[in-house]
């Protein structure tokens, strides 16, 4: 079977088929349209039995993958890192559309477990609300920075009290003190407060949103200690896909949560892995220092500590081990939507 790598741009894409043993067959480039798209399936399917593969840039192959898996075909993403890695081995030196589209092609040969690409579906979604809000808290935060600038030169008497400005009544009581003054100072001041005033309109509106979507697609994974509505989405958005994982240790490395294995000679050591989705990881940190304070957490990282493992290493553990749960609640949560049943399971760590 041929493997058809692409290496997708904004405006073209490149595609090159090679043979079982990784020689290059053949080479096309289409209009990175729709048009184009179908062009490419007609193309790979003259050479014959075939499979596609994509460097997995999302915001850029995204209608590429929807024209493909809408005319029925296979295809698989690889990781960039993936890519770059076989395109360094190569013997054909230097960077062009053609030598990724190979090393793309090349990597999906060699690897067999990556993951399969598929239409998306609410978990897009759930991502591009988080995203989103995301965005408008840093826009926020930015207007709030400058509105602490204008009323300390308006006034230096003025306290507001650390991430009060999110508070209707405190926005009410700047905008009065603005009101008594006069000039640009108070004049931009008040047109910051209420701008800030809309963002968190907007952003507790897509909270709740967000919230919704959350308590319909993973019931069992709010169930978990620490796991709030944000965390669990940002899991479910970035996951995109818990079936999409073989078993919990294929997802624990997705998030970075299991170590590297480092061996030397016959001894079996573990190092540190920073890699994975951070994103993720970030979430099941959050989590884990949220069961630290009170939870079945605090128990298991004492333990930890009283086998002689440092608090930082405990904590590692920890996070390691909220991995393997949220992977089942998720699983779980997936067999239920499937299934068309509701589900709710006992809290654990």
């Not at 609410?122 to 591009?128: A, G, N, Q």
């Not at 298991?300 to 749960?325: C, F, H, P, Q, W």
């Amino acid at each position: 079977m041929l493997v058809v790598g692409i290496d997708a741009h904004k405006r073209t894409h490149t595609a090159v088929a090679v043979d079982e043993v990784g020689k290059k067959v053949a080479i096309k480039t289409v209009a990175s349209t729709s048009a184009g798209n179908l062009e490419l399936v007609r193309w790979a399917q003259g050479l014959g039995e075939h499979r596609f593969a994509v460097e997995d840039c999302r915001h850029i192959s995204r209608r590429l993958e929807r024209d493909l898996l809408a005319a029925g075909e296979s295809l698989t993403r690889v990781p960039p890192k993936l890519m770059a890695k076989m395109r360094r081995s190569a013997r054909e030196h230097g960077k062009s559309d053609p030598i990724d589209a190979m090393s793309v092609a090349r990597a999906a040969q060699r690897e067999e477990d990556l993951p399969t690409a598929r239409l998306d579906g609410d978990e897009r979604k759930v991502r591009l609300l988080t995203d989103h809000r995301e965005d408008l808290v840093n826009e926020r935060t930015r207007f709030e920075n400058r509105l602490h600038w204008h009323l300390h030169e308006l006034d230096p008497s003025i306290e507001i009290a650390a991430g009060s400005l999110g508070r209707y009544v405190v926005l009410d009581r700047l905008g009065a003190i603005c009101a008594t003054h006069s000039g640009t100072v108070a004049e931009i001041a008040a047109e910051l407060i209420e701008r800030i005033r809309a963002l968190t309109i907007r952003i507790n509106e897509l909270e709740r949103e967000i919230a919704s979507l959350v308590r319909t697609m993973a019931p069992a994974l709010l169930e978990l200690r620490g796991c709030g509505p944000l965390s669990a989405a940002k899991i479910i958005g970035e996951t995109a896909g818990i079936d999409r994982f073989g078993d919990r240790g294929r997802f624990a490395r997705f998030n970075g949560s299991a170590p590297i294995p480092v061996w030397s000679s016959n001894s079996a050591r573990f190092r540190l892995n920073r890699g994975g989705n951070r994103q993720v990881n970030a979430a099941l940190h959050r989590i884990a220092v949220t069961q630290l304070r009170a939870g079945p957490g605090k128990d298991y990282v004492e333990r930890r500590i009283a086998m002689g493992n440092t608090k930082t290493e405990a904590i590692r553990a920890l996070r390691r081990r909220l991995s393997d749960e949220v992977y089942r609640r998720l699983m779980t949560d997936y067999a239920a939507r499937e299934s068309g049943q509701s589900t709710c399971i006992p809290m654990a760590a």
